[in-house]
């Protein structure tokens, strides 16, 4: 796959990946175009956002990103959080072109682009009982912080450092 920052005209594209994605177990959410847009611009919004986008043949098939850990709105991780950290909020890949390494590859291209902005840590939150999620992170150098969200008893923080 061909992994390139976002455009906006990726947008349609990114909003299919996203709403099906997020609509499979363990997530079972459903979400239109508006909440999805919301979420992107949320993301543009923080400081220092990564926007990555993975394409197999032009089609779009994945997206991730993150930005500059705001602890205001993750004061639970504040013992986490050494000032230099990132946080990975979405990485999604549309259900047929799974376990083909896209998530890898947008995992592996997301910590590149941390590294290039001096980012010591990044940290994300996915599902304890996610199997793929979980081997993914796993994969990709993260480990459990024992950390789990206050609003979803199954959803935990992992980090990885980076060096």
């Known amino acids: 796959p061909l992994v390139r920052p976002y455009r906006e005209s990726d947008l349609q594209e990114l909003i299919r990946v996203y709403q099906s994605a997020f609509a499979e177990p363990p997530w079972?959410?459903?979400?239109?175009?508006?909440?999805?847009?919301?979420?992107?611009?949320?993301?543009?919004?923080q400081k220092n956002p990564i926007v990555l986008v993975a394409e197999i043949e032009r089609e779009l098939v994945g997206f991730v990103w993150g930005y500059k850990l705001p602890l205001e709105k993750f004061p639970w991780l504040s013992s986490l959080?050494?000032?230099n950290t990132n946080y990975m909020d979405d990485i999604a890949v549309r259900g047929?072109?799974?376990?083909?390494?896209?998530?890898?590859?947008?995992?592996?291209?997301?910590?590149?682009?941390?590294?290039?902005?001096n980012v010591k840590e990044i940290v994300l939150r996915t599902d304890i009982w996610n199997s793929a999620s979980m081997t993914?992170?796993?994969?990709?150098?993260?480990?459990?912080?024992?950390?789990?969200?206050?609003?979803?008893?199954d959803r935990i923080y992992l980090s990885k450092l980076l060096t």
Do not use: H
């Open 28 to 45: 079972n959410e459903s979400w239109n175009s508006k909440e999805v847009i919301e979420d992107l611009e949320l993301a543009f919004s």
């Open 81 to 83: 959080a050494n000032g």
């Open 136 to 153: 993914l992170f796993r994969k990709l150098g993260f480990q459990n912080t024992g950390v789990f969200d206050p609003k979803y008893k």
């Open 96 to 117: 047929a072109s799974r376990k083909r390494g896209i998530a890898t590859r947008l995992g592996d291209e997301y910590i590149k682009s941390a590294r290039k902005q």
